[in-house]
């Protein structure tokens, strides 16, 4: 009979230890998902290019609106 509690305890021990694991690689994968400046420290060139040519073309729809 006492061997049964011990059991118990050492099967939620290591319970409790693949949670926090699991825990810690969904935590690391919605860090890596939810970081946005990644992006830019990647590929600065790509992100600034796509700012510019998002500007001209926002200007030239813009301006012909008004012509």
Same mark, same amino acid.
């Given at each position: 009979?006492?061997?049964?509690?011990? %059991?118990? *305890?050492?099967?939620?021990?290591?319970? *409790? *230890?693949?949670?926090?694991?699991?825990?810690?690689?969904?935590? %690391?994968?919605?860090?890596?998902?939810?970081?946005?400046?990644?992006?830019? *420290?990647?590929?600065?060139?790509?992100?600034?290019g796509t700012?510019?040519?998002? &500007?001209?073309?926002? &200007?030239?729809?813009?301006?012909r609106r008004?012509?």
């Amino acid at each position: 009979m006492a061997a049964e509690p011990q %059991a118990l *305890r050492r099967q939620i021990a290591e319970k *409790r *230890r693949e949670i926090d694991q699991d825990l810690d690689q969904l935590q %690391a994968a919605v860090a890596a998902l939810t970081d946005w400046q990644r992006p830019l *420290r990647d590929h600065p060139a790509v992100v600034v290019g796509t700012g510019m040519m998002t &500007g001209l073309l926002l &200007g030239w729809f813009l301006s012909r609106r008004h012509t």
